[in-house]
T-cell receptor, first 116, second 113 residues
């Protein structure tokens, strides 16, 4: 069963629009961690944010904000006033304890295209 | 500079010709891992290692081998590459903990003809 679902495969917006990338996860653990990574067209993977399961406070960093809701098992990512440089593939990931230590499960990614 | 270095970055090879993709990190991380990225499938874990001489299979280990003889190095070995192993490969490392952030290498694009 897929542990991290990013239902939006591709999103296209016009610059300055707000956009929300959805992430739904599945776990039976009480202690787990959630991440977002960005992969720009150049290909590298860039860490954006980490959240632990005990901290449901929303976080804002500039134009980026994250909404963590345990009740719906979601960890959504919003970009306000999008810019062309935000065009990238965004991955949500879940880290939970497994038999051999923590395993990191990635969603399939959402490709965001921001056009001028 | 703290980094994960993978080589080669690009490689075209033929079916059956053994190859090794090297991965080295300079952060003294215990945990290292290999992922492959394919269109529509996201990042899938091939193998990971919790420490020297400790390796374990990820989600898609078939056709791959790894070794962890030194803490800093975690090579990915394709003994007999096949076209379905054409992919973008990433090596990553972190401290041992679910909270730790992975540092990724720049990626290695492999084409098997």
């Amino acid at each position: 069963a897929q542990k991290v679902t990013q239902a939006q495969t591709e999103i296209s917006v016009v610059e300055k629009e707000d956009v929300t990338l959805d992430c739904v996860y599945e776990t039976r653990d009480t202690t787990y961690y959630l991440f977002w990574y960005k992969q720009p067209p150049s290909g590298e993977l860039v860490f954006l944010i980490r959240r632990n399961s005990f901290d449901e406070q929303n976080e804002i960093s500039g134009r980026y904000s994250w909404n963590f809701q345990k009740s719906t098992s979601s960890f959504n990512f919003t970009i306000t006033a999008s810019q062309v440089v935000d065009s990238a593939v965004y991955f949500c990931a879940l880290s939970e304890a497994g038999p051999s230590g923590y395993a990191l499960n990635f969603g399939k990614g959402t490709s965001l295209l921001v056009t001028p | 500079e703290a980094q994960v270095t993978q080589n080669p970055r690009y490689l075209i090879t033929v079916t059956g010709k053994k190859l090794t993709v090297t991965c080295s990190q300079n952060m003294n991380h215990e945990y290292m891992s290999w992922y492959r990225q394919d269109p529509g499938l996201g990042l899938r874990q091939i193998y990971y290692s919790m420490n020297v001489e400790v390796t374990d299979k990820g989600d898609v280990p078939e056709g791959y081998k790894v070794s962890r003889k030194e803490k800093r190095n975690f090579p990915l070995i394709l003994e007999s590459p096949s076209p379905n192993q054409t992919s973008l490969y990433f090596c990553a490392s972190s401290r041992i903990s679910g909270a730790n952030v992975l540092t990724f290498g720049a990626g290695s694009r492999l084409t098997v003809l």
